[in-house]
């Protein structure tokens, strides 16, 4: 029996491997690495992380997680409780996982460390220690590539002595010429600041304290409201192993600074925001729903998918895009459709023919006020409603004449009231005659 060949060419692999993911994604990339260690640490469930709030006692700092971004190097320093040896070993430097692997919450693939690595510069250096060990990597990328040998040097070092300390730093330099132009350019550590704010509300400020370039990194939160006349929509439901919590409304008037931006579906992946303000026919719109119009700049929607096992989550490998031929996402896309017609509904009803609105509806919009999430989460499935306030029967109507002005001088003369007004002339004849004239 003859064998043909079909080894794997490390430069082709590696060509390929880094070829679809953006700088900026890169890095959000390590930021993962770390949040991961953050979550194995505190042996966080991703359910509990988003429903309960912040789980970390009053008297507990948040972790830390520094960034640094330059021509010189990108750097990713953080006190997340650092990786062990045995996975240091065994896991951390693998291109996939092996079956019996445990994956962390946002590392599905075990490729976005290596991609980010290789990625971005040709040198980087690894230090990572929890309390009881550590371990140091260096490595210069192209000399690796060179070989056919797939193995990686690794040192064992102590480890750091103090849970608050044990982290991890990671260090690229020697950055690749694209990438290096990139960073000369100056955009690359403000798209890392947005990109992060947007993508990490669950995290940053809640558990983790983000910096990058020594700029603190506020978390974007995704803001959505109801009030008296309205209600969110709520559904949820589990298939394989994924809990999919959709949630979807309209957000406050008050927070709607730049509304284009912020309307739309957003999707999460274990907290993990995959997709921001979707408004394209990945979340229905223009195919099962009305292509998206500025008058549903207040419709907001999330679409949450949790799971202990990350590879059965519909997201793909750069975790900035949906895989839409999943299972679980196709079930709830169609929810999440159905969960959006009546907002539209009630949308499109404030501009009956576009020039003035309806001002029922507009008041309802009005009234909306920001609620917290995860107490819309928790309640039973509901679809949106919207129920205006009854109207109230009006009792009473002005009465407006004009008449001589003689004739009230003569009225006040009669009275001997010649300070009474005109309109309590007109009430008190008024008065007058329905007390004589309409008696029953």
Known sequence: ???????????????????????????????????????????????????????????????????????????????????????????????????????????????????????????????????????????NTEEWAAKEEWKIPITFVDGSTSVKTAGTSITITELHEEVKMRMQEGGVPKRVFNDAASTYPFFLEKYVDLSINDQATPANEIIIGQSKEVTAAREQFEANGVKVTLVASLTPVSSRANTSDQAGWNILCNGRVVVRADKTNLTGWGLDLPGFHSKYNSFVGLALFESDDPLKLPWTTTKRNVNQESAVYIRAKALMVTLTRPILKMLNARYPSEPAEVAEIRDAVQSVKSVDFRELASKPSVGFSFAPPKKKIKKTARVVFDVALTDIEKVRRHLRRPGLSPSEIGKFAFDHYVRTECSE
Do not use: W
């Open 1 to 139: 029996m003859r064998y043909a060949h079909a080894d794997v060419r490390k430069s082709f692999f590696l060509d390929m491997f880094t070829r679809d993911i953006s700088l900026e994604d890169c890095v959000l990339d390590l930021i993962d690495n770390s949040l991961d260690a953050f979550i194995n640490k505190e042996n966080l469930k991703i359910s509990n992380l988003i429903f309960d709030g912040n789980l970390r006692p009053d008297h507990l700092a948040n972790a830390r997680i520094d960034v640094t971004c330059s021509e010189r190097q990108v750097k990713v320093v953080d006190n997340c409780g650092g990786i062990d040896r045995n996975r240091a070993q065994n896991e951390v430097f693998c291109f996939g996982h092996l079956p019996d692997e445990t994956p962390g919450k946002l590392g599905a693939y075990g490729v976005g460390l290596k991609r980010a690595l290789f990625k971005i510069g040709k040198k980087f250096s690894i230090i990572s220690r929890t309390p009881k060990e550590g371990f140091e990597v260096n490595l």
